[in-house]
């Protein structure tokens, strides 16, 4: 006899955020993202452009740690990853002034460029999936997300 038990709303949660994680991983929702964005061709480029944005916005270049940081992978796949953006150009490569063993990754204007157009891309996406929701929903969603994300942020960061 197979007994149902109900959801609670916490594993209604999780489901919720897998669900729109798998979504926004789909190839479909991909080639939609980075659709006239050449030449930022993966999403793991992408994800390196805005981690080095995000640096460059604080007050300095990014390093290969920081990417494998932002990330969340090893500093070999970073590394990797990171000679293959600067290969395509998106990314300039330099040794840091304090200390020769560290690298400086600064974008490029091509990946400024790059990065600003898949970033007004993903903004347009995101805008046609609730453009039918009231001004107040999507409000609602907004801060309850940032919540949400910092709550996450604070657990895995300790």
Known sequence: MHICVAQSRYDQLDDLLTRLHVARQRPSWRRRMLDGADPVASVSTLRVLRAVEQCQQ????????????YLAVEHSTASRTVGAVVAAGLL???????????????????????????????????AETIADWPDTDVDTLVSLLDRLTERFERAVLG
Request: proline letters at 0%.
């Open 58 to 69: 604080a007050g300095g270049g990014a390093s290969v740690s920081d990417v494998a940081e």
């Open 92 to 126: 300039t490569k330099t040794s840091a002034t304090d200390d020769q063993r560290r690298c400086v990754l600064v974008l490029t204007d091509v990946g400024r460029k790059a990065l600003a157009t898949v970033t007004g891309r993903r903004r347009e996406l995101v």
